[in-house]
């Protein structure tokens, strides 16, 4: 039976290969019983996400932080 | 999530004239709020202030070059993101064809916490929560501070090494030709930046210490 140790490490490579079906089949297993390693599986993911949307600027600010953006256009002299 | 925009009964909506990158980029509060966070994001990568200011300088000449039409702030910031991922895949190559090839440290690895005991079980400090909504954190400033300060406490080579697979999606056997490492070196430390990214996530954003709820084990 996995461990926490050895599931996680799973979790992990699952983002970068195919894991073989004996690991997928362990890890199934172990993640059908253990919370921990369950969120820590979507947590990774998160992490994922959150990698992708700072990669395309997304800790920019949309919107101006006081509420000028009707003279926006207007700004240039 | 819900932004009110305070000219949508006075005019027509912003998507109506879409924006070119030239009048955008002309804003300077929009301009300098990119500024800030692409240098911010170069320098995570690349180390070096300078490399990384040259880069963002070169990503956002280039984006005026080719100035084109925009619905709004977030197509533009998301275009000159890629422009600048560019500007830093190309430096790292560059490195590889130098043969200035990055240090990694073996030493590192045996310094990372283990958040698991002698029988391999999450520690009951270590377990890991649900996080309640990233999808709204994104949309604050505050989480990305937090992100940032994340990122900047893993050991230097691990954090370039994870920000090489998850920023700018480079492929792994183009990563471990630049660091000089085996592929499953790689996995291990994108497993350790990952364990280490994770914790410090949850201790200071999703789950505060000391608001977190005890975890039963698995």
């Known amino acids: ?77 | 999530m819900t932004h009110t925009n305070p000219i949508q009964n006075s005019g027509p909506p912003p998507g109506g004239a879409p924006a070119t990158t030239t009048s955008l980029l002309a804003d300077p509060v929009f301009l300098a709020d990119l500024r800030r966070q692409m240098l911010k994001f170069a320098v995570l990568q690349l180390g070096d202030p300078h490399l990384a200011e040259d880069a963002v300088q070169e990503a956002l000449v280039g984006a005026l070059k080719n100035a084109r039409s925009f619905a709004g702030r977030a197509a533009i910031k998301t275009w000159v993101f890629a422009i600048l991922k560019n500007k830093i895949i190309d430096q790292l190559r560059l490195r590889i064809t130098d043969n200035k090839r990055l240090a990694y440290p073996d030493a590192e690895e045996s310094n990372d916490p283990d958040p698991f005991d002698d029988r391999g079980i999450w520690q009951a400090e270590e377990r890991p929560h649900v996080w309640r909504d990233p999808e709204g954190s994104i949309e604050q400033q505050q989480f990305w501070r937090v992100f940032e300060a994340c990122l900047e406490h893993l050991p230097t080579e691990q954090g370039r090494i994870f920000m090489m697979r998850e920023f700018v999606e480079m492929e792994s056997h183009e990563i471990c030709a630049a660091v000089g490492i085996t592929v499953s070196n790689l996995h291990v430390i994108l497993y350790r930046a990952r364990l280490r990214l994770r914790a410090c996530l949850e201790d200071t954003w999703f789950v505060p210490k000391e608001f977190a709820p005890e975890v039963p084990s698995c």
């Open chain 1, 1 to 77: 039976m996995l461990k926490c140790r050895a599931a996680t490490r799973l979790l992990s490579e699952e983002l970068e290969r195919k894991l073989s079906f004996r690991e997928v089949l362990g890890l199934r297993f172990h993640t059908l019983e253990c919370t921990n390693c369950r969120n820590f599986g979507r947590q990774i993911k998160t992490l994922r996400q959150l990698s992708q949307s700072y990669a395309q600027g997304a800790s920019v600010p949309d919107q101006p932080q006081d509420s000028a953006s009707a003279n926006q256009a207007d700004d240039r002299n």
